[in-house]
């Protein structure tokens, strides 16, 4: 079965702290991976994809298919980064499309 | 380039009243997609438009939702009757190549009481 799984529905840091942000998915085929965001009363957005290996905001993730995950990291928060952070998996074969995680809510706190 | 539009923002009804919702996607965009996102949850797949063709309806409950995409452009999607459990932000995206990721519009936010 194709699943997203965001362990932490909360994760609540200190500005200058570092972050991690959980995702582990399943998928029988060749995952690709993206991580979106939404900050308060802003649509979601695509923050980064891992196809792109690129960093974001200071934000990168590595795709580590032995442990079938996809973790967003980033070395020093600010209070900036607070927001709702969804990883997405793409699914091909016939219909592609996107499932997404549940979500995780980082706060950085001053 | 202009984002992806939705309409209205938001919106409560009775339950058992209808609604609907529109969408007019980026310039160019072939595919679109509608989701559910209820609270504390991550987007659901809907219904997903490849032009003005229907490719994945999987997830869309058909005896209350329908939707429809006229001439491979704006979209609409319905809900007849409502249920409480409808409650629910409704996004509409779209991409031109779904391997480069999505663009998504606000969203409408409907409550049903």
């Known amino acids: 079965a194709q699943r997203v799984t965001q362990p932490e529905k909360l994760l609540s840091v200190f500005k200058g702290a570092p972050v991690e942000l959980k995702c582990n998915y399943s998928?029988?085929?060749?995952?690709?991976l993206f991580w979106y965001v939404q900050y308060s009363r802003q649509r979601l957005q695509l923050l980064l994809r891992h196809i792109s290996r690129e960093s974001i905001k200071g934000f990168t993730a590595d795709l580590n298919k032995g442990e079938t995950s996809f973790h967003l990291k980033k070395p020093f928060a600010q209070e900036e980064d607070s927001a709702m952070y969804y990883c997405?998996?793409?699914?091909?074969?016939?219909?592609?499309?996107?499932?997404f995680g549940a979500g995780t809510r980082l706060a950085v706190h001053p | 380039e202009a984002g992806v539009a939705q309409s209205p923002r938001y919106k409560i009804i009775e339950k058992r009243q209808s609604v609907a919702f529109w969408c007019n996607p980026i310039?160019?965009?072939?595919?679109l997609y509608w989701y559910q996102q209820i609270l504390g949850q991550g987007p659901k797949l809907l219904i997903q438009?490849?032009?003005?063709?229907?490719?994945?309806d999987s997830q869309l409950p058909k005896d209350r939702f329908s939707a429809e995409r006229l001439k491979g452009v704006d979209s609409t999607l319905k809900i007849q009757p409502a249920k409480l459990e409808d409650s629910a932000v409704y996004l509409c995206?779209?991409?031109?190549?779904?391997?480069?990721?999505?663009?998504f519009g606000s969203g409408t936010r409907l409550t049903v009481v």
């Open positions: 995206a779209s991409s031109l190549d779904l391997y480069y990721g999505y663009t």
């Open positions: 310039s160019g965009h072939a595919t």
């Open positions: 998928y029988s085929g060749s995952p690709e």
């Open positions: 997405a998996l793409y699914v091909s074969g016939g219909y592609n499309k996107l499932i």
């Open positions: 438009f490849q032009n003005n063709g229907v490719v994945d």
